[in-house]
């Protein structure tokens, strides 16, 4: 008896994976139940336009949404009674799909270059570690600038703090310092995040002068021949 369970164990195992499995499966694919697949009692009917049609059952709203050629679908599974509306299902996926993909298109996403220094790092090499830093804070990236001390190096820690901060100063105009510089082991390190872009106010518009009428009481009086006699 002990035998057979031993043997019939890893087959129980891999039944339960495989319905695990389903069961996942299932979950991961769920949509809107549409048509035939909304079984409930009542559901609470919403024609195309956004009409509401009040509380009916399942098998009228389907009837309803059948003779305008449309479907039904479920967008309110949690409401009581579910919330239905009539629709066109296949146009509102392809909708649905172009949104997703616009909004994936317009994302993006923050990465977290790093610069590595060294406590006696000469002039040129800085410059250009800066501008690599500037580029990328430029590009909408966060960076890390850190300092690795080797050696003898440790018992001035001091010079590594005073490189990052003359760093941070450099970039100040378009970074922000998210992190002061650190020491962790043998490396000191701060992260430096770019500024939030403000738009550009639009110029006011010149102001035009009023231009000024004259009154008929202003305006000069005519003169008659007799008059000018």
Do not use: W
């Not at 001091?158 to 922000?176: H, P, S, T, V, Y």
């Amino acid at each position: 008896m002990r035998m057979l369970c031993i043997r019939t164990f890893p087959f129980l195992c891999s039944v339960f994976k495989f319905f695990h499995f389903l069961e996942v499966f299932s979950i991961a694919t769920t949509t809107h139940e549409i048509n035939e697949q909304i079984r409930d009692p009542q559901v609470r009917l919403i024609s195309e336009e956004g009409e509401q049609l009040g509380i009916v059952t399942a098998e009228e709203a389907l009837r309803i949404a059948t003779e305008a050629g449309y479907d039904l679908v479920k967008i309110a599974p949690n409401s009581v009674p579910p919330v239905c509306r009539i629709m066109d299902y296949g146009k509102f996926r392809f909708e649905q799909t172009k949104k997703e993909k616009e909004a994936k298109k317009n994302q993006r996403v923050i990465e977290i270059k790093e610069i590595r220094m060294s406590p006696g790092i000469d002039t040129n090499d800085f410059n250009t570690k800066l501008k690599n830093a500037q580029k990328f804070l430029g590009d909408g990236d966060r960076v890390k600038v850190s300092v690795r001390f080797r050696g003898r190096e440790m018992a001035h820690t001091e010079i590594g703090a005073d490189l990052l901060k003359d760093f941070a100063e450099k970039c100040a105009e378009i970074a922000n310092m998210d992190k002061a510089p650190k020491l962790e082991g043998r490396n000191m390190s701060m992260f430096l995040s770019p500024k939030p872009v403000t738009p550009a106010k639009k110029p006011a518009k010149p102001k035009q002068p009023k231009q000024t009428v004259s009154s008929p009481a202003e305006a000069p009086a005519e003169v008659s021949p007799a008059d000018a006699e």
